[in-house]
């Protein structure tokens, strides 16, 4: 700046050319402008016009405005020019900036000031008659910097038309004549070469050239403020892009979603169809079975009573028989069978008396047996091939829940179990559901729902939003919603938080019912941080079940006291008081009671009886047995002699079992 340069009068100094020489330009962030040329709409309103140059010219309008404005107007009684030149900081033989100022003797006022930026090679000139220098000064300055010669050339030639110009254009003042006594000498301190006038003219060309440079900072600024504007507006233009981007990224989630969702329903019901046919061939086995027995016993019912005359125990050897291929079999091959039939006395009680009593006429003969293929194409269930819609319990769970059984979770009820993560997943399920009118909902999420939602009140909206859901699709079904369970790690305060809250807001909802798992642990029930082990499954299990008999919550304490242990132990080697009373009455009123060890001597079984001792209970049975269990009792007394399969009876039940596997 001016301040940090050291000023030199070109009186005390002569001009040096080399001190002007630059290799390159600087770059500045300044308007540009043109070369040797004026544009007065650059600068309209400072009263600035800006032309630039080459490094080469630039000395030569240097010397020439030297000669023209200082040393030519040197004896002028109406224009006072001064000439500076200002210093560069780091290297005193170079000079930063020259400035020539043109200043009214009269009156004391700025006329024009020419600035030369050396550094970046732009000639300024600022005042009131900055026009009048345009028209009038610039091109013999031009001529001059043309010339090839400029040792002969008059630098201040047509310097008077400028000067006419500044004088017409100037106000005229008046003066009257005056005698020698109203003369008064003059005021040297208002005489050019005084220190005040030097001192003003110095702070008048110091604020022409602030004016100026503050000109070209107001430029830059507004240069800058418009860059920032455009960028601002770029960014404006990719933020909005990139919002389009996230928005276009959501919808292609939630369709993700959506279709993993009818994915994940088709993968269920495509196993509950494989879980039909394993039922279905589960079915056809049993049915090929019960077909065996039945032969057997068919067979068995056939055989011809033994003769008088023979003996009890005879034995007959047959000649050897070649049995008829089976239908299904290659023809080719032929079975040699060669059987010993041994005979016995046939006893009169069927041993397979369990089996269906049919009549001989709906029994087939072995000739006329279905095949493989025959039978299963004839005992196809209908209702297994058709798909139905009645199911009655649906359950929605986590991976806790993998290894619930339905069948024993719902008894004597249509269930289905679909496993889900998340509660925006069970929804999504729920909304998708093509069931009639399931009556019971268990609904058990929202254990990995903690690790990615924020905050309590996300939770209990969507725990909220699943139940509307359910409410709204089906009104009369019986909503039970799993509260979270226990956890080790820091999320297990915020689920206890959670529960609270959701059990207070469904308190008075009767087709809404919580189930709390007091009874669970987070120090002996889990496995890791928060799946159950095999423990907290089975309670867990049993909490839902409560829930689904709508039976109260009881918390069992084993071992507390002599009566609890006897009921746990009812069946223990021990006896305990009362163990063996049956039907509420007294042991002596029961004819059936089997006599106690301690209180009188079993007697002995008889030698008849064909089983061992051990076979009796040594406690007393069950109240109710079942019926199988009485049959089989009764069976045992039927017959004394042990029973014998003919070994022709037994090759055909190995050829059908053959056959049928």
């Excluded at 254990?447 to 009369?476: A, F, G, H, W």
């Excluded at 206890?496 to 189930?515: D, M, R």
């Excluded at 299990?541 to 002599?562: D, E, G, I, M, V």
Aim: charged residues 25%; hydrophobic residues 25%.
């Amino acid at each position: 700046m001016a301040t940090e340069m050291t000023t030199t009068s070109s009186i005390d100094k002569p001009t040096d050319l080399n001190r002007f020489e630059v290799e390159n330009f600087k770059n500045t962030n300044a308007k540009r402008v043109p070369f040797e040329d004026l544009d007065y709409s650059i600068y309209k309103n400072a009263n600035l016009v800006t032309f630039s140059t080459s490094e080469k010219r630039l000395p030569k309008w240097i010397n020439f405005m030297k000669q023209r404005y200082y040393h030519g107007l040197e004896d002028n009684n109406i224009i006072q020019s001064r000439y500076e030149e200002l210093d560069n900081p780091n290297e005193k033989s170079k000079c930063d900036k020259v400035l020539i100022s043109l200043t009214s003797k009269e009156a004391s006022e700025n006329i024009l000031t020419i600035t030369i930026m050396i550094t970046t090679g732009r000639i300024q000139v600022q005042g009131r008659f900055m026009k009048e220098w345009g028209n009038n000064e610039f091109d013999p300055l031009v001529e001059l910097v043309n010339s090839p010669d400029s040792v002969k050339l008059d630098a201040t030639k047509d310097i008077n038309n400028f000067l006419d110009t500044i004088t017409q254009k100037r106000p005229s003042t008046t003066t009257t004549p005056s005698t020698t006594k109203d003369q008064h000498p003059t005021d040297q301190t208002n005489s050019p070469n005084s220190p005040k006038q030097k001192a003003l003219s110095t702070v008048k060309t110091n604020l022409a050239s602030l004016e100026a440079e503050f000109v070209e900072f107001s430029q830059n600024t507004n240069k800058a403020i418009h860059e920032l504007t455009a960028l601002l507006t770029n960014k404006d233009e990719e933020i909005q892009q990139l919002k389009g981007e996230i928005n276009t990224l959501n919808t292609t989630k939630t369709h993700n979603q959506k279709s993993f969702s009818d994915l994940t329903i088709k993968q269920f019901e495509s196993e509950e169809q494989i879980k039909k046919l394993h039922n279905r061939c589960k079915s056809l086995e049993d049915k090929n079975t019960h077909l065996i027995c039945q032969i057997a016993a068919l067979c068995e019912n056939l055989k011809p009573t033994e003769h008088p005359g023979t003996s009890d125990k005879s034995i007959i050897t047959d000649p050897p028989t070649t049995e008829t291929p089976h239908p299904n079999e290659n023809p080719t091959t032929t079975t040699t069978i060669t059987t010993t039939e041994t005979t016995y006395k046939i006893p009169t009680a069927n041993r397979f008396e369990h089996l269906s009593n049919l009549s001989n006429e709906s029994i087939p003969s072995p000739k006329n047996l279905p095949t493989t293929e025959q039978s299963k194409v004839n005992t196809s269930n209908p209702n297994e091939e058709s798909i139905t819609n009645n199911i009655e319990t649906i359950i929605i769970c986590d991976s806790n829940g993998r290894h619930l059984n339905p069948n024993l979770l719902c008894p004597n009820t249509k269930s289905k179990y679909i496993r889900c993560p998340t509660l925006f997943e069970a929804e999504s399920i729920i909304r998708n559901l093509t069931y009639d009118s399931p009556k019971t909902f268990i609904i058990h999420n929202g254990t990995n729902d903690l690790e990615t939602t924020p905050s309590n009140d996300d939770m209990i909206n969507r725990i909220q939003e699943v139940i509307k859901c359910i409410n709204k699709k089906y009104p009369l079904s019986q909503v039970i919603v799993s509260s979270l369970l226990p956890r080790k790690d820091d999320l297990n305060k915020r689920a206890s938080e959670i529960n609270k809250a959701i059990q207070k807001i469904f308190e008075k909802n009767k087709t809404v019912k919580i189930v709390q798992h007091n009874n669970i642990m987070c120090t002996k029930h889990l496995k890791d941080k928060k799946h159950l082990n095999e423990i907290g499954v089975k309670l867990f299990a049993l909490n839902l079940k409560r829930a689904y008999f709508n039976k109260p919550f009881q918390t069992t304490y084993r071992y507390h006291s002599p009566e609890t242990r006897s009921s746990n132990y009812r069946y223990s080697q021990i006896p305990t008081k009362n163990q063996y009373i049956h039907n509420n009455r007294p042991t002596h009123h029961n004819p059936d009671q089997d006599h106690i060890s301690q209180q009188h001597p079993r007697p002995k079984s008889p030698t008849t009886y064909p089983y061992n001792s051990y076979h009796h209970h040594q406690f007393p049975m069950r109240d109710n047995p079942s019926p199988w269990t009485a049959e089989k009792q009764t069976r045992r007394y039927d017959s004394p002699e042990t029973k014998q399969i003919p070994m022709e009876i037994v090759q055909l039940i190995k050829h059908l079992n053959r056959y049928v596997n």
